[in-house]
């Protein structure tokens, strides 16, 4: 098979793939409008903010004090109209409406959300999915948003396309705030995690892991995150959510390196990234055998000995180019180095959506990317004489973008 038919291969089986998003902020219509969707929520996306205020010195309170559709004119004008679109979360603006069969070239902000007024969120829902080939997305399901919470105690629908993830970061970086939340929700827990509180919080995670039936528990990370202190974190994450997970058969995801709020006037564009210590993956994959850990990591300079130690523990699984990662150049880099010392055995990329559109220029730009890897990849077999199947081909892509993940997580 000569490169032109490898590559032809791959692009058919990579449109036909059934993805399986392992991480998002998403939700179902019945989820009380916690779902961000159309022209407005695209534009005002956090990336965008950012690179907004590049330009702008328009003070960050007076402008997000603004409705949301006069916030999304300022990112339409300084960031599309004033200056050529080439950063990726502003490409991504145009793919999506390139690919909703809108006009880009009008460039006509009224005829995109002319063409919204015109559409159903369920309606939009199941065109999203299918633009973007995705079967299934994971939730960010927090049970400290009381919004949330209220949402679960009435009970949902449900969509079977949603699946949820248990999302804990409040008790490991904040555990007296989160056990004042507990409390309210009838949990024997005190501030600085005396008497019973480990056992209660034990009660909480069990009751809310089988309530939203979740595929993993997850939490975000600073750079410094350790285990080796006696710190609450640490306690937290050794006494409750490590064995919970084990009771349930559950990974813990952990999103490293985010330096939240480093500018807090962006609010949430205000995060930023930091080197964080891989020794802390090594100490808990090792001393948690029987734990099973999803890990992401923020950092350019950590994704090669994430890598590297994801070759040492097989209760390791890597998943996705996080956030500041996920632009072409890095998911490439980052992509092709897990294929070489990691072959078929990791998570290429999660979408992280956030507006339910971001399905379609996530998963666009990503497949394409790691299509031109894969192609590279058994293009070099092909030169030793190995012939790849069609067949084989689309086995490796639906063990890379759902057979892992299902595997590790048991579903
Ligand atoms: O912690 C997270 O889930 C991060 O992905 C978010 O906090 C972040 O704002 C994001 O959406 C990045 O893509
Ligand atoms: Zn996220």
């Known amino acids: 098979m000569n490169r032109v038919e490898l590559k032809a291969i791959i692009d058919e089986q990579l449109a036909n793939l059934e993805i399986v998003d392992v991480h998002t902020h998403l939700f179902p219509a019945d989820f009380d409008g916690l779902l961000l969707w159309g022209i407005d929520e695209i534009l005002t996306y956090h990336y965008l903010i950012a690179e907004f205020f590049r330009y702008s010195s328009?003070?960050?309170?007076?402008?997000?004090?603004l409705p949301k559709a006069r916030q999304a004119e300022l990112v339409w004008q300084t960031l599309f109209l004033d200056r050529s679109p080439v950063s990726e979360a502003q490409r991504g603006v145009l793919t999506i409406l390139n690919r909703l069969g809108l006009d880009v070239k009008s460039r006509s902000l009224e005829a995109y959300r002319e063409y919204y007024r015109g559409l159903t969120l369920q309606g939009q829902i199941d065109q999203v999915f299918k633009l973007a080939g995705v079967k299934e997305i994971v939730m960010t399901n927090d049970p400290f948003d009381p919004q949330e919470r209220a949402v679960w105690k009435r009970g949902t629908a449900g969509d079977p396309r949603f699946k949820s993830s248990l999302r804990i970061d409040p008790l490991m970086m904040n555990f007296p705030a989160a056990a004042e939340v507990l409390q309210g929700e009838g949990y024997n827990v005190t501030g600085d995690f005396g008497g019973n509180s480990a056992a209660e919080v034990r009660r909480f995670l069990t009751d809310w892991v089988e309530k939203i039936d979740a595929l993993y528990m997850a939490?975000?990370?600073?750079?410094?995150?350790?285990?080796?202190?006696?710190?609450?974190?640490?306690?937290v994450l050794k006494e409750c959510i490590l064995p919970?997970?084990?009771?349930?058969?559950?990974?813990?995801?952990?999103?490293?390196?985010?330096?939240?709020?480093?500018?807090p006037g962006l609010e949430l564009a205000g995060d930023s990234v930091g080197k964080a210590e891989i020794g802390v993956v090594e100490?808990?994959?090792?001393?948690?055998?029987?734990?099973?850990?999803?890990?992401?990591?923020?950092?350019?300079?950590?994704?090669?000995?994430?890598?590297?130690?994801?070759?040492?523990?097989?209760?390791?699984?890597?998943?996705?180019?996080?956030?500041f990662l996920n632009n072409p150049s890095l998911v490439e880099e980052i992509t092709a180095l897990r294929v070489e010392t990691l072959g078929l055995s990791?998570?290429?990329?999660?979408?992280?959506?956030?507006?339910?559109?971001?399905?379609?220029?996530?998963?666009?730009?990503?497949?394409?990317?790691?299509?031109?890897?894969?192609?590279?990849?058994?293009?070099?077999?092909?030169?030793?004489?190995?012939?790849?199947?069609a067949a084989e081909i689309e086995r490796d892509l639906k063990q890379l973008f759902q057979g892992n993940f299902r595997a590790f997580v048991g579903r």
């Open 58 to 65: 328009l003070d960050y309170r007076e402008f997000f004090r």
């Open 346 to 389: 990791f998570i290429p990329q999660h979408s992280d959506a956030r507006v339910l559109e971001h399905l379609i220029y996530k998963w666009d730009h990503s497949r394409e990317i790691i299509g031109r890897v894969l192609l590279e990849k058994y293009a070099d077999l092909g030169a030793t004489g190995w012939q790849v199947s």
């Open 244 to 263: 919970v997970c084990r009771e349930q058969g559950i990974p813990f995801a952990m999103m490293i390196g985010v330096k939240k709020l480093v500018n």
């Open 219 to 235: 939490a975000s990370l600073p750079p410094t995150f350790t285990v080796d202190d006696n710190s609450l974190r640490s306690r």
């Open 283 to 323: 100490q808990l994959c090792s001393e948690y055998p029987e734990n099973k850990f999803l890990v992401t990591m923020l950092s350019r300079e950590n994704q090669h000995e994430l890598a590297i130690t994801a070759r040492k523990y097989r209760n390791l699984l890597v998943f996705g180019c996080w956030w």
